[in-house]
């Protein structure tokens, strides 16, 4: 869309879909039990919503991750001779935010997320202490320094951690935008 039509557009509802896949990567060695290589194939269908009233957007997304089977997982060494096969259970996933816009590059948001699953077997039995299941809340504020540069603080905080670290996170980043930039 043209810069023009860009600026005059405002959002209204919006509904999007995505893809992700990664490829197993990296180094892996079966023999090892930690390894920098993962020896699977992982992928996460999402669907994203969103939503503007007025000076408010709301922002949700949910999703899947899938795994497939690992099968070569710590195998051919001195603790087992013979070949394990390890397998992960899907991780479903929930973001949201709701924001309001002050004025350009001006607003704030709050935010939360909620992730569950991903219990593992090895050979077929499922250990049941690697359930994963945690969520975060926080914060997002963005104050404009000039017509293209705002600063952004964040925050978030662990609000139910089941499985995983259980820690605060402060950030601070610098946003530079071309529109509206001279020739």
Do not use: C
């Amino acid at each position: 869309m043209p810069m023009n039509q860009y600026v005059k557009w405002r959002q209204k509802a919006l509904l999007g879909v995505s893809f992700t896949l990664v490829a197993p990567t990296g180094q892996y060695d079966p023999t090892r039990l930690i390894n920098q290589g993962s020896n699977r194939w992982a992928f996460k269908p999402e669907i994203g919503f969103s939503r503007r009233l007025g000076h408010w957007i709301f922002d949700a997304y949910g999703a899947v991750w899938f795994f497939t089977t690992n099968p070569e997982f710590f195998s051919h060494n001195a603790f087992f001779p013979g070949s394990n096969t390890k397998s992960e259970a899907p991780v479903g996933a929930f973001e949201g935010h709701l924001s309001y816009d002050v004025k350009p590059r001006l607003w704030a948001s709050l935010d939360a997320n909620f992730w569950t699953g991903g219990r593992t077997s090895v050979n077929g039995v499922e250990n049941l202490g690697t359930l994963q299941r945690s969520s975060r809340i926080g914060g997002t504020i963005s104050v404009p320094i000039n017509n293209h540069q705002a600063i952004k603080f964040s925050y978030s905080n662990g609000a139910y951690v089941l499985y995983g670290g259980d820690y605060q996170n402060v950030s601070v980043g610098w946003q530079y935008s071309w529109q509206g930039r001279p020739n």
